[in-house]
Nanobody, 126 residues
Framework: QLQLVESGGGLVQPGGSLRLSCAAS????????IGWFRQAPGKEREGISC????????NYADSVKGRFTISTDNAKNTVYLQMNSLKPEDTAVYYC???????????????????WGQGTQVTVSS
């Protein structure tokens, strides 16, 4: 059974850092693109980053570019999202999702992903 489990969320002060993990089981990341998404209360789900299984190409939303970094540890079958310089507007539930490899480049369109984790809360506040 394909499963994704996020962890690493929590409360952090503005300007701080967190690293989210997305542990995959039941499938290998070698053949799946992984995306990170977030949803704040009253807002639509936002695609913020993805990494393709082909060559590890990455993509970032403008809102997080230069502050967030996505990476994969194939040995651990885990994808990470390193979040630096966090802002209050980064507060949201963060989800990872998987889709069968779609080519050289990944997408941050939520509708393209088939499998989702349960989410982890990130709160940026002083």
């Amino acid at each position: 059974q394909l499963q994704l489990v996020e962890s690493g969320g929590g409360l952090v002060q503005p300007g701080g850092s967190l690293r989210l993990s997305c542990a995959a089981s039941g499938f290998t990341l070698d053949y799946y693109d992984i995306g990170w998404f977030r949803q704040a209360p009253g807002k639509e789900r936002e695609g913020i980053s993805c990494i393709s299984s082909s060559f590890g190409n990455t993509n970032y939303a403008d809102s997080v570019k230069g502050r967030f970094t996505i990476s994969t540890d194939n040995a651990k079958n885990t994808v990470y999202l390193q979040m630096n310089s966090l802002k209050p507007e980064d507060t949201a539930v963060y989800y990872c999702a998987a889709r069968s490899a779609g080519g050289l480049f990944c997408t941050v369109k939520a509708g393209m992903y088939d499998y989702w984790g349960q989410g982890t809360q990130v709160t940026v506040s002083s």
